[in-house]
């Protein structure tokens, strides 16, 4: 599983993670990396790791930088992707809207 709250993440760092996702998405059940500063950039070299983990059950990423394009791209990837996932935490995205959540809710009935 991957643990990083409250750790500011570069989109270096965010290429890192994404890498060690890619590589060992048979066994990741659980991600959590609220409150690290996610943006764009950073949340484009994770998306792919992410859509390869069949078996994940728990995404957090409150607190980030997250926007509604990224909302509709995960919901695009879990949707396809991630049927095991049971929980997913987006608050306090504040670029997130209303539509953006509802969008994720639509796709993973989570938000």
């Known amino acids: 599983d991957v643990y990083f709250p409250c750790v500011h ?11 060690v996702i890619n590589v060992h998405h048979e066994v990741i059940s659980e991600v959590d990396l609220s409150y690290c500063g996610i943006d764009d950039d950073c ?18 990423l409150q607190g980030n930088k997250l ?6 791209h995960m919901a695009k990837v879990i949707q396809q992707n991630c049927a095991s996932l049971e929980s997913i935490n987006t608050r306090d995205n504040d670029n997130i809207s209303v539509q953006g959540c509802a969008r994720l809710h639509s796709t993973t009935h989570m938000c």
């Open 9 to 19: 993440l570069t989109p270096a760092d965010c290429q890192a993670i994404g890498d």
């Open 43 to 60: 949340y484009h070299h994770l998306s792919t790791g992410l859509g390869q983990c069949k078996k994940l059950k728990k995404l957090d």
């Open 67 to 72: 926007t509604d394009c990224h909302v509709s």
